[in-house]
């Protein structure tokens, strides 16, 4: 007689659970993988637009570069062929190998840069043009813009080369399609090349560097001097500097200079040939060899003293000296007789001119 053997239920149950466990660790490292791969592929997109950024902000040196050279004649030019002569077909439109050839922009650079972008540099006047109150500046442009493949502006790729770009960067925003809006301004958009300000474009403005007429960045930085600004700030109030004024060329007063210390003569001094005033308040002194030395005083005056009369001529009027009004010399000057006519003894007395001259 046979026995049947009955399965072993409990064994079948175990194959059952580590078949499920193999299951969950399957799926969890799929989905650890496809995290994974996403996360990479965000840094590498954001690596991108950094380099962008970086990319597009050597061009915009060389557009500043552009801008100090020619901004005066871009001002004043009447033909977008004004800069033929120096090497540019089209003032308003100059091309990388022309910034290249010119010395502007390094050899090395790529017309081509990272995510596949170019780049377009678009020079423009504002304000009383052609002139020379007309305003120049340029902006660089990415090509083309960034955009999801749905077609929508990748926000993200923007914000990331907006960060690269260190609140100078420019974008045509899909709420504002008409202006490149960037930290705290905000700019139209050029009217010519309409397909290359679609929304999701980023650009740099440049402007000329100081010493450059048409020196202008539209936007609220406009109210601020930098460090080399040729622009003449006109200050309306008071100045107070701490330290030394210097001047490239000569120093212009309107009205008057005032120096308010007064020196003595013989003090020592510094710088060798500056200028100063006598402690009295009359003449004017040199720093020469470390030493205060006399430059220049006014006239004394003079003045007659009568033994009867006192300070009066015959006719009673006064002959006291005109710079003090009285039969004295100013501080600083000594009296040194220079006439003497009549007598002590005689009724009209003795009469002694006196004139004053400085004291060294």
């Known amino acids: 007689m046979s026995v049947?053997?009955?399965?072993?239920?409990?064994?079948?149950?175990?194959?059952?659970?580590?078949?499920?466990?193999?299951?969950?660790?399957?799926?969890?490292?799929?989905?650890?993988?496809?995290?994974?791969?996403?996360?990479?592929?965000?840094?590498?997109?954001?690596?991108?637009?950094?380099?962008?950024?970086?990319?597009?902000?050597?061009?915009?040196d060389a557009a500043e570069g552009f801008l100090a050279r020619h901004a005066a004649a871009i001002a004043l030019a009447e033909a977008p062929d004004a800069l033929a002569g120096q090497g540019f077909a089209n003032w308003a439109a100059p091309s990388w190998d022309e910034l290249q050839a010119a010395g502007l922009l390094a050899r090395g650079w790529q017309a081509q840069g990272p995510l596949h972008r170019t780049?377009?540099?678009?020079?423009?006047?504002?304000?009383?043009?052609?002139?020379?109150?007309?305003?120049?500046?340029?902006?660089?442009?990415?090509?083309?813009?960034?955009?999801?493949?749905?077609?929508?502006?990748?926000?993200?790729?923007?914000?990331?080369?907006?960060?690269?770009?260190?609140?100078?960067?420019?974008?045509?925003?899909?709420?504002r399609p008409g202006a490149l809006s960037g930290a705290g301004w905000r700019v139209p958009v050029p009217t010519e090349?309409?397909?290359?300000?679609?929304?999701?474009?980023?650009?740099?403005?440049?402007?000329?560097?100081?010493?450059?007429?048409?020196?202008?960045?539209?936007?609220?930085?406009?109210?601020?001097?930098?460090?080399?600004?040729?622009?003449?700030?006109?200050?309306q109030g008071v100045l107070t500097v701490r330290g030394v004024i210097r001047s490239g060329t000569h120093l212009a007063a309107r009205d008057s200079l005032q120096l308010e210390r007064g020196w003595g003569i013989g003090e020592f001094c510094a710088p060798e040939g500056a200028l100063g005033r006598a402690r009295d308040g009359l003449g004017m002194l040199a720093c020469r060899q470390g030493l205060w030395s006399?430059?220049?005083?006014?006239?004394?005056?003079?003045?007659?003293?009568?033994?009867?009369?006192?300070?009066?001529?015959?006719?009673?009027?006064?002959?006291?000296?005109?710079?003090?009004?009285?039969?004295?010399?100013?501080?600083?000057?000594?009296?040194?007789?220079?006439?003497?006519?009549?007598?002590?003894?005689?009724?009209?007395g003795l009469s002694m001119g006196f004139v004053c001259l400085a004291q060294q």
């Open 119 to 175: 780049l377009g540099l678009k020079v423009m006047r504002d304000g009383v043009c052609p002139g020379t109150a007309c305003r120049v500046w340029a902006l660089t442009h990415a090509r083309p813009a960034l955009r999801t493949a749905a077609g929508g502006v990748d926000e993200a790729l923007v914000a990331e080369w907006l960060q690269a770009a260190e609140g100078r960067g420019l974008v045509v925003w899909p709420h």
């Open 193 to 235: 090349g309409g397909d290359d300000w679609q929304p999701g474009v980023v650009a740099l403005a440049a402007r000329p560097l100081a010493g450059e007429r048409g020196d202008h960045t539209p936007g609220e930085t406009d109210a601020f001097l930098r460090v080399g600004d040729a622009r003449d700030p006109d200050f």
């Open 4 to 60: 049947e053997r009955l399965p072993d239920r409990g064994h079948q149950r175990q194959r059952g659970s580590l078949l499920l466990e193999f299951m969950v660790v399957a799926i969890l490292g799929l989905a650890l993988a496809v995290w994974a791969g996403q996360e990479w592929a965000q840094r590498i997109r954001a690596l991108q637009a950094r380099s962008l950024a970086a990319w597009m902000q050597i061009a915009d």
């Open 294 to 348: 006399l430059l220049a005083r006014p006239a004394g005056g003079g003045y007659m003293l009568n033994s009867r009369r006192g300070c009066r001529n015959a006719a009673g009027d006064s002959s006291a000296n005109p710079v003090t009004g009285a039969c004295a010399c100013p501080a600083g000057y000594v009296m040194v007789q220079v006439a003497e006519s009549g007598s002590i003894m005689a009724p009209e």
